[in-house]
């Protein structure tokens, strides 16, 4: 939409006060623990998330043609040629996603079914009383075409997106096929019947495995992709091959508790150390040419490692998209990174990042911290047929925060006229009509200038005449001078008084007006 000279006004003292907006406020969370498993549906008020790696078959002991090995990730030498069949897998699979009954179901290692080109899900995955939302066939093309190369495998393979239609339909903002990449599947969702829900930008995400900065860009791309769609309420569940711990990029995003050094340098190593990935080529990480023969990060990386940090914690801010992290526990037990033999150790890798806007996070499943079991013996097993456990998350939502009409055009007017104020004290400044004369003050001054100025025109085009090489002369530099002085001066004290009108107001009003004032969240 057209936004008024008021728009352009408010965006504007929003951008300065930005950092102001998210100063690491703490929300206390009094988040319930479910048993992995338990059903999601259990309010009709209540949204539920659910978010699922489910290994795909592709993925399972193959040939990497790049070595002619099979890689060490994909060997899971810890589990038994039962727990790795496809066919028992995918019964298990489906019996949990159907009787967890989530409203939004976000997977990743999807493999998809592929007919002229064209791409769908597979049959096993067509669940009654689910949409989905699904990458666009150019992406599942170039994987496909990448897992044939590598794994001489042409299979399409990616994230997919199931809300239910019961619970759940599009907000109208978006265009059914969203020609979304493989790694990144979105929908802009609203509530049905018993849901109250405005529109809400749901994400399934598997970030990349090896670079902390494809992570970053991923995760900025969710944020742009939720302005785009017209809401800054955002979902965003997947495995995100990353624990977010103080320190990593990915962690500036959902958090603004500050970081000490040690923690940023654990993190920066950890990131380079990082090997091997399902579905990615080998590729290092940020700065991945180190100090030889050292498990510690040189200083380049680690200042490399402070800019993507930096860039990464003002993305949430340019986008006024507040993220918090659902505290969900270990997902993942295998061997050690390039190890053949036990034991397992656990990763925190499955996450789901909501906007506390609008939600109020309830409860979440517990993880492999409540499964000793599975935890020493490695995923997948008899018990659990992926080797990541889902995670899941159950929200109370409430309305977009909003004024009502006597307070929307209260603010609309006291907008209206501190533009006009500064409008008209700009012009007068501009036109020269103070009134008095030079000694009675500042505007006077200038009044005086301004009539000073066709002198001093005349004065330099005269002189200019008798010699190019002359400069201006005092009379035209001192009406410059003054000129640039008193528009300095009048422009901070605009700004003065922006930042006191929106002082005392706080983060809501902000957002509240930006919304109602502008009638639009783009």
């Known amino acids: 939409m057209r936004r008024s000279r008021t728009g352009a006004l408010l965006l504007a003292v929003c951008a300065q006060r930005l950092p102001l907006l998210f100063s690491g406020r703490h929300i206390r969370m009094d988040v319930a623990s479910l048993p992995r498993g338990a059903p999601l549906d259990a309010n009709p008020k209540h949204l539920s998330v659910l978010s699922y790696n489910i290994l795909a078959p592709a993925f399972v002991r193959p040939l990497d043609l790049r ?95 199931l809300f239910r239609t019961a619970r759940l339909a599009r907000s109208g903002t978006e265009t059914d096929g969203s020609g979304d990449p493989n790694t990144l599947v979105s929908a802009c969702l609203v509530g049905v019947g018993d849901l109250t829900l405005d529109p809400t930008a749901f994400f399934a995400v598997h970030l990349d495995a090896q670079s902390e900065e494809k992570r970053v860009e991923q995760l900025k791309k969710c944020l742009d992709r939720a302005r785009a769609l017209g809401t800054r309420n955002a979902v965003l569940a997947g495995d995100m091959n990353t624990e977010c711990l103080p320190g990593s990029c990915v962690q500036a995003m959902i958090s603004r508790e500050p970081v000490t050094q040690e923690q940023m340098a654990r993190e920066c190593a950890s990131a380079l150390r990082l090997k091997g990935d399902e579905e990615e080529d080998s590729e290092g990480a940020v700065g991945a040419k180190g100090a030889e023969g050292s498990s510690e990060p040189s200083e380049e990386q680690l200042e490399q490692w402070r800019v993507l940090w930096d860039k990464a914690a003002v993305a949430p801010r340019e986008q006024r998209i507040e993220l918090l992290r659902v505290p969900t526990g270990p997902t993942r037990s295998s061997y050690e990174h390039g190890k053949t033999e036990g034991p397992c150790v656990t990763w925190s890798l499955d996450h789901v990042f909501y906007s506390p806007r609008t939600l109020r996070l309830l409860s979440k499943w517990t993880a492999l911290e409540a499964d000793p079991d599975s935890a020493a013996s490695g995923l997948p097993n008899a018990q659990n047929p992926s080797d990541h456990l889902p995670v899941a998350a159950i929200f109370e939502a409430s309305p977009t925060p909003c004024l009502d009409a006597a307070a929307r055009q209260q603010l609309e007017q006291r907008l209206g006229d501190l533009e006009l104020r500064h409008s008209s004290q700009l012009a007068e400044l501009e036109a020269g009509a103070a009134g008095p004369r030079w000694a009675a003050g500042p505007l006077g001054r200038w009044a005086a200038l301004k009539e000073m100025e066709p002198k001093a025109e005349a004065d330099e085009v005269a002189a200019k005449a008798k010699s190019k090489k002359k400069g201006d002369s005092p009379e035209v530099i001192a009406f410059k001078q003054e000129k640039r002085r008193r528009s300095k001066e009048l422009k901070a004290k605009h700004q003065a008084e922006r930042e006191e009108f929106w002082s005392p107001l706080g983060q809501e009003a902000i957002e509240v007006a930006e919304v109602h004032v502008l009638g639009s969240e783009d």
């Open 67 to 161: 070595t002619g090995e099979i890689q060490p990730f994909a060997a899971f030498q810890w589990a038994s040629e039962e727990d790795l069949d496809w066919e028992q897998r995918k019964v298990k699979i489906l019996e949990q996603i159907r009787a967890w009954r989530a409203d939004v179901v976000c997977l990743q290692e999807v493999e998809f079914k592929e007919e002229s080109g064209s791409f769908s899900l597979p049959d096993w995955l067509e669940l009654e009383g689910y949409s989905a939302c699904l990458p666009g066939d150019k992406y599942l093309t170039l994987i496909a075409e990448r897992n044939e190369r590598v794994l001489a495998n042409k299979v399409a393979t990616g994230c997919a997106l």
